[in-house]
């Protein structure tokens, strides 16, 4: 094994500065390609450093919610710039931190960058409306004011794009911020801070502390001074989170799990729909909310669509993510693997066949990351814990089916409600399953994973608070309506 000479620790940025958590203590952050390499160390804070970190945002916030949008846009503006200088750097980062191949990490961190452009240009854009009011010498309108001190609190699944698509609009609309990124990530969310902080942000309006979900995620849930907490991540934490905000009367917008759907009709191209399952199921290793899980397909078109699928599987290159020729990268983590270990177990145990995979990988330099092979069940009934529960991992559930309604039906018969997809050329499908699936992200003929910065975002049931991320949507979470009656006095 190779020693590593020179690992950086990265440290809490608290009112503009660069701070060590007064805990002294950090822990590594690990790649889950090489368990052997350590990507650099993360300070473990405490509540302390949270307080520190949520004064300082409150005593921003005074002059930051003041200032013209316009004005808080060219901050974000010279942060896209700075971010997009760094992409391969923070690219490279990514994919050592969590493990998905540097071309998906390049392209998440673009992305990050056109949600700050996004939202730069947010700030000149109009807040409210003119109502007519009854009296005829009044004016009526609404305006918005933020909320105050926002909490962010997000996973490592997307540790550019999410803490930046909730950030940025936070900052956009004047509100003042403190991150709490996941702790398999806080060297890639460092490094997006370093961005925010070069581009001269104002001492305070931005800060970041790192330490564990429990201390300092739950802290900002129940931190009197801040005022609106946005999450990321599963539901159990996400409930967790939601509770103790609206206890204290604080706003809160939880984004977590989905089991997401494709259906595949008997009219469907079916590379197309091969392409879209493998690419929606198996990217990232399976670790996005939106990525696909179950897929239904008409009995018709059921072992042709599987033949395709096990072909096209096969081919696919798993290693590090780093190497230009890999296609998946390992699981996010070790307890993470484990997880989807324990699923394939379950699915097994359960009565499921396997199809394809449902291993660890132990070839060579496999062995020292925590890498699974992509996994196919067939005979899967919609009351196995494979067909009921959010996996996050490379595993399909193929489930064959009647009809389209047939489909539609077994595919809302989840908890979950976030994205789902549909395979045909006949436009009376498309329309049944755009007006009856229960999903906030819904597409023809096009992957479940994959949203747009520009879009809104979020899901039905138990996937979301049912509140709206991205796109103009974003500012129903991060600003409260003030609706104003005026008239004139003699
Ligand atoms: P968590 O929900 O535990 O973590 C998400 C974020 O919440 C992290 O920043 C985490 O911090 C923080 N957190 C953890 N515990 C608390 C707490 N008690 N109060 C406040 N914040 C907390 O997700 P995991 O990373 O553990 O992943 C577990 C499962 O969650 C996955 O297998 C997947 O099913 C789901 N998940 C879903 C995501 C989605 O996009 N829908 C994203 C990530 C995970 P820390 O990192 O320090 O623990």
Known sequence: MAVQTEIKTYLNYINGSWVSSVS???????????????????????????????????????????????????????????????????????????????????????????????YAGEGARKVGDVIPSSDSEGLMFTTRVPLGVVGVISPWNFPV??????MAPALAYGNTVVLKPASETAVTAAKVIECFHEAGFPNGVVNMVCGSGSVIGQGIANHPDIDGVTFTGSNAVGKQVGRAAFERGAKYQLEMGGKNPVIVAKDADLDLAVEGTISGGLRSTGQKCTATSRVFIEKEVYE????????????????????????????????????????????????????????????????????????????????????????????????????????????????????ASLYTKNIGNALQFIQDIEAGLIKVNAETAGVEFQAPFGGMKQSSSHSREQGQAAIEFFTSIKTVFVKASE
């Open 161 to 166: 794009a999410i803490p930046i698509w909730k």
């Open 304 to 419: 042709p669509f599987k033949a395709k699928l096990l072909e096209r599987v096969k081919q696919l290159k798993i290693g590090n993510g780093l190497d230009a020729d890999t296609w998946m990268g390992p699981c996010a983590s070790e307890s993470q693997l484990n997880t989807v270990l324990s699923y394939i177990e379950k699915g097994k145990a359960e009565g499921a066949k396997l199809l394809y995979g449902g291993k660890r990988c132990l070839d060579g330099e496999l062995a020292n990351g925590f890498y699974v092979e992509p996994t196919i069940f067939e005979e899967v009934n919609l009351q196995m814990t494979i067909a009921r529960e959010e996996i996050f991992g490379p595993v399909l559930a193929l489930i064959p089916v009647d009809s389209i309604e047939e489909a539609i039906r077994l595919a809302n018969d989840t908890e979950y409600g976030l994205s």
């Open 24 to 118: 002294n203590q950090v822990e590594p952050s690990l790649n889950p390609a090489n368990r052997h390499d350590i990507v650099g160390y993360v300070q473990r804070s405490t509540l302390e450093d949270l307080n520190a970190a949520v004064a300082a945002a409150k005593q921003a916030q005074a002059s930051w919610r003041k200032r013209s949008g316009v004005e808080r846009g060219e901050y974000l503006y010279k942060a896209a710039r700075l971010l997009e200088q760094r992409l391969d750097d923070i690219a490279e980062t990514m994919t050592r931190e969590m493990g998905k191949t540097l071309a998906e990490a390049k392209a998440e961190t673009m992305r990050g960058v056109h949600i700050l452009r996004y």
